[in-house]
């Protein structure tokens, strides 16, 4: 019998299309992005061999689509202060 205290949370499986649609539709971002992205965060991230578009994550996908709206905050901000350059 293992003990209670071995037993480890699988991480739920997201699908990537799945978190750009949640709620405000937003452009993905490349899968080994959000995987280092997630991982920055705190959270558990890897991909997965079965599926070529979702990541095993122990963030739920409200806590996904957040991190993926700030990227693109900060990629907007990037992109307009080049602009200004």
Do not use: W
Not at 18 to 42: D, H, S, W, Y
Not at 43 to 51: G, I, K, N, P
């Amino acid at each position: 019998m293992v003990p209670i205290m071995m037993i480890v949370k699988i991480p739920n499986l997201q699908m990537l299309p799945n978190v750009c649609r949640f709620k405000n539709p937003i452009k993905c971002c490349r899968l080994q992005l959000l995987v280092t992205m997630v991982r920055e965060a705190g959270y558990r991230a890897s991909r997965t061999h079965f599926e070529p578009q979702a990541i095993r994550t122990d963030a739920n996908i409200a806590q996904l689509v957040d991190i993926v709206q700030k990227y693109h905050r900060m990629a907007n901000n990037t992109n307009k202060s080049t602009e200004k350059s």
